[in-house]
């Protein structure tokens, strides 16, 4: 597995497999809103994608100051269905862990969606707060965090 930099050639590929995942369809997201997007932010946020045999098969999005204006956000985290399970969202949280300057990185994740809380709580992350129907009126985000230095 290659852990590299998003480039625009790979953002129609990406935003194509990240729309058939189960929790951004309940979301919402729409593959040509989501390029455009990923497309605005190559220039300013750390975006990052695992390969594997020459094809982008996750994503790590994080916004630098996107935590309070003071500690990075992640953003998005995905993983191509076909590759759920296989390492590569631990391996793209890692990468980005190290390569954000902050002291923390925050996140949320949707208080239905078990798999990711386990997820995170297995790489350190912290459940500090939560927002009810902050995205969508009936789902309550949970705030994580890990103190990366």
């Not at 979301?27 to 946020?45: C, E």
């Not at 982008?56 to 399970?85: I, K």
């Not at 386990?118 to 705030?143: C, K, M, N, S």
Request: net charge negative; charged share 20%.
């Amino acid at each position: 597995m290659n852990i590299r930099p998003l480039n625009a050639e790979d953002v129609t590929v990406v935003a194509a497999w990240v729309v058939t995942i189960p929790l951004w369809q309940r979301y919402g997201a729409s593959a040509d809103v989501l390029a455009q997007r990923l497309l605005m932010a190559l220039d300013t946020d750390l975006i990052l994608t695992a390969d594997t045999d020459d094809q982008a098969v996750g994503l790590a999005w994080c916004v630098p100051t996107g935590g309070f204006g003071r500690s990075a956000y992640l953003r998005m985290l995905g993983v191509r269905p076909d590759q759920a399970g296989s390492g590569v969202g631990a391996a793209l949280l890692s990468a980005l862990e190290a390569t954000v300057a902050s002291h923390d990185l925050f996140l949320l994740t949707s208080d239905f969606n078990v798999d990711a809380q386990r997820f995170y709580q297995r790489q350190g992350y912290e459940q500090i707060g939560a927002i009810p129907g902050y995205v969508l009126p009936d789902v309550t985000e949970l705030i994580y965090r890990k103190r990366l230095r």
